[in-house]
Each structure stands twice: as C-alpha cells, then as structure tokens.
C-alpha cells in the first residue's frame, strides 16, 4: 500500500515572503529529522530552473531533498507539456519524504497557511475558511493561528502536530489493528 504524504501550501501574494519563509521552515523542518519535498508553482512559462538567486536554487540551498518547479509549460526535472498538470499528479511521483510543501497553488487541494506583509496588503487572499494558519507581521480577528513572520519554531511545531504527526498516528494506529 503507497504511503500518503501530507501536502502543504504555502500561499500568499507576490511579494509577501513564501520564499522567504521557507528558507527558513525547510532547516527547522530537517533539524527536526523530517525530509521535505517542495514544488514552487511558477504562473508563467519559460521559468528559469536551479540559477543562483533563484527561488528553487534558494529551496535547495536551504536543504529541501526534492524540488519541483511547476509551470504552464513546464515541469522542471525537465518535462514539456501542453497544458499544466494537476498538482495531485505533480506530487504522485514524489517517493522517501515526509512532507510536500507547495508554493502557490491558492486553489489546490491541500491545507494552506498564507504569509502576508502589511506592506503588500492589508487583507488575506483567502477567506479564513480556506486557511490553516496565518504568518504575518500583522494580526487578523480570525479563529485560526497565526506566528510573526520569524516564528519558524512555532509554525514547524504546528505543522508537526496537524500534518506528520497525523500521518504517524493514522499508520501506528492502521498498523495495531493488523497486529
């Protein structure tokens, strides 16, 4: 039976820091001994793939095991196409990690957690109701949790317990039932 990986994206406006703060998640994440696969999201095509100061040289820089970059007419590991593939079928080739985290991907399956910068917009993108979290250098009157934009450690934490710790639970559990 093929393991299910919990997928996560990070979303937000242009501008607002999901690189960013991924450069930072991605070692908290290792350090606590998780391998983590990331696919950025390019809306573009002809996107540039692996360039020093690029977003997925950045991604790799900062240790992601796997990186995928998604655009219209692209996938990079290199792959042309002529229309832009579901992100249920970018990830199903993505083996030996314990986490997906995309960048982008707004209207995807997966839960979300939106970086904003007071200096790009006063308001989210996405209603409450789509969010698992918030991480902003402001606070918003939403029922959901919500870190500064350096609270790597707090936000690692809540991924843990939402999304791997889940996973591991659902497994031992699926497991002692079989025993």
């Not at 996560?8 to 999901?18: H, Q």
């Not at 993505?94 to 209207?107: A, C, M, P, R, S």
């Not at 991480?135 to 934490?157: H, I, K, N, T």
């Amino acid at each position: 039976m093929v393991k299910e990986i919990p997928l996560l994206s990070i979303v937000g406006r242009s501008g607002s820091g999901k690189t960013t703060l991924l450069e930072k998640l991605i070692p908290e994440l290792k350090q606590r001994g998780y391998r983590v696969a990331v696919v950025k999201h390019h809306p573009h095509a002809g996107a540039a793939f692996d360039l020093p100061g690029k977003d997925t040289w950045r991604l790799a820089q900062a240790g992601a095991d796997h990186v995928l970059l998604a655009a219209p007419d692209q996938v990079l590991h290199r792959r042309s196409l002529s229309a832009e593939l579901p992100l249920e079928e970018l990830v199903a080739g993505i083996k030996d990690v314990d986490l997906i985290i995309t960048e982008g991907y707004k209207h995807g399956p997966a839960p979300k957690i939106e970086v904003n910068r007071r200096a790009h917009a006063a308001e989210l993108v996405l209603p409450a109701e789509a969010l698992l979290a918030v991480v902003s250098d402001q606070r918003f009157a939403l029922p959901l949790p919500q870190f500064d934009l350096d609270d790597v450690s707090g936000l690692a934490d809540l991924i843990e317990e939402r999304l791997i710790c889940n996973r591991r639970r659902r497994k031992h559990g699926k497991k002692a039932a079989q025993d």
